[in-house]
């Protein structure tokens, strides 16, 4: 019992499982056999099974706006499942949310994301990848099939899960004639039952740490263009003086002209790198000063 109790330490109350694929290629069936698994050989699991298909009206041929409106309540229903899951029980039992879904594109993943982040779910991407001939042959025998060209073109489109915020989390399963040997499947989705999504991939966040980013780089920048122009006076120095016509004194003050010139030039660029966002912009910037600094080096002799 304690080995048992330890295996759950730190682990979130609920895990969203997030099937995603080709329709017709073997997500529903691998759902219920990994929620038979569960039901079956784990009890301190409670799954609750999610197909976004079952919300939409039973009958008739595919249609977009019934499709939009299921998806809709179906994501409705994903959310009221973690949020009542994540209070804690006196049982201790943890919750298995099983999305299934085609997902095809990240950012529809994503919105299955943001409800894990707010109700403090762990979460994992698992990819059904199945190839197209294969996922038309089985879509043409569901109950009510999508047209070939509607699945053709999702394949054409799909984004496969993996970077950012799905890099850690996410499975692959390769049905086949066999299909998937499920209890290694379990192991492996137990294996990304975490914590909770933390708000490391929040749009805030990432948008504070691509700005931060970017000064980063400006600073840098400006900091290389500061050594260059400090060695091309040094440079004009040194040839001033080997000129044999300049006094001591004459040579001094062009470099106290110089250095004059090399903080104008640095005082003028920094808040303008300070409030441009696109690297190309600020090394477009970059040399637009040090090309000002250079004519400023010539007018000097």
Same mark, same amino acid.
């Given at each position: 019992?304690?080995?048992?109790?330890?295996?759950?330490?730190?682990?979130?109350?609920?895990?969203?499982?997030?099937?995603?694929?080709?329709?017709?290629?073997?997500?529903?069936?691998?759902?219920?056999?990994?929620?038979?698994?569960?039901?079956? +050989?784990?009890?301190?699991?409670?799954?609750?099974?999610?197909?976004?298909?079952?919300?939409?009206? !039973?009958?008739?041929?595919?249609?977009?706006?019934?499709?939009?409106?299921?998806?809709?309540?179906?994501?409705?229903?994903?959310?009221? !499942?973690?949020?009542?899951?994540?209070?804690?029980?006196?049982?201790?039992?943890?919750?298995?949310?099983?999305?299934?879904?085609?997902?095809?594109?990240?950012?529809?993943?994503?919105?299955?994301?943001?409800?894990?982040?707010?109700?403090?779910?762990?979460?994992?991407?698992?990819?059904?990848?199945?190839?197209?001939?294969?996922?038309?042959?089985?879509?043409?025998?569901?109950?009510?099939?999508?047209?070939?060209?509607?699945?053709?073109?999702?394949?054409? +489109?799909?984004?496969?899960?993996?970077?950012?915020?799905?890099?850690?989390?996410?499975?692959?399963?390769?049905?086949?004639?066999?299909?998937?040997?499920?209890?290694?499947?379990?192991?492996?989705?137990?294996?990304?039952?975490?914590?909770?999504?933390?708000?490391?991939? +929040?749009?805030? *966040?990432?948008?504070? #740490?691509?700005?931060?980013?970017?000064?980063?780089?400006? #600073?840098?920048?400006?900091?290389?263009?500061?050594?260059?122009?400090?060695?091309?006076?040094?440079?004009?120095?040194?040839?001033?003086?080997?000129?044999?016509?300049?006094?001591?004194?004459?040579?001094?003050?062009?470099?106290?002209?110089?250095?004059?010139?090399?903080?104008?030039?640095?005082?003028?660029?920094?808040?303008?790198?300070?409030?441009?966002?696109?690297?190309?912009?600020?090394?477009?910037?970059?040399? !637009?000063?040090?090309?000002?600094?250079?004519?400023? *080096?010539? +007018?000097?002799?």
């Amino acid at each position: 019992m304690a080995a048992a109790e330890e295996e759950w330490q730190g682990k979130a109350r609920v895990l969203i499982l997030v099937l995603c694929g080709l329709a017709g290629g073997g997500k529903s069936t691998l759902a219920g056999q990994i929620v038979e698994r569960v039901r079956e +050989s784990t009890p301190r699991v409670v799954p609750e099974w999610i197909c976004f298909d079952d919300f939409c009206e !039973e009958g008739g041929q595919y249609d977009p706006e019934t499709w939009r409106e299921g998806r809709r309540e179906a994501l409705a229903k994903v959310a009221r !499942e973690a949020a009542a899951a994540a209070t804690p029980t006196t049982e201790g039992r943890h919750k298995l949310v099983v999305v299934d879904d085609n997902m095809h594109l990240r950012s529809m993943r994503r919105e299955i994301y943001l409800v894990a982040r707010k109700h403090g779910a762990a979460l994992a991407v698992l990819h059904v990848n199945t190839e197209l001939p294969e996922a038309l042959e089985r879509n043409a025998k569901r109950p009510r099939p999508l047209p070939d060209h509607v699945l053709v073109r999702m394949h054409a +489109s799909f984004e496969p899960p993996g970077g950012g915020w799905e890099a850690e989390r996410t499975l692959v399963a390769r049905p086949r004639g066999g299909g998937v040997e499920v209890e290694e499947l379990w192991r492996r989705i137990q294996s990304k039952w975490t914590e909770a999504v933390s708000d490391f991939h +929040s749009p805030e *966040l990432e948008a504070a #740490r691509k700005a931060e980013g970017q000064l980063v780089n400006g #600073r840098s920048q400006i900091h290389q263009l500061d050594n260059r122009m400090r060695k091309e006076i040094s440079s004009a120095a040194r040839s001033w003086k080997a000129d044999g016509g300049l006094s001591g004194e004459e040579v001094s003050k062009r470099v106290l002209d110089a250095n004059a010139a090399r903080k104008d030039v640095l005082a003028d660029l920094r808040p303008r790198i300070g409030g441009e966002t696109g690297e190309e912009t600020v090394q477009s910037l970059v040399r !637009e000063a040090e090309n000002v600094f250079g004519a400023k *080096l010539l +007018s000097l002799g």
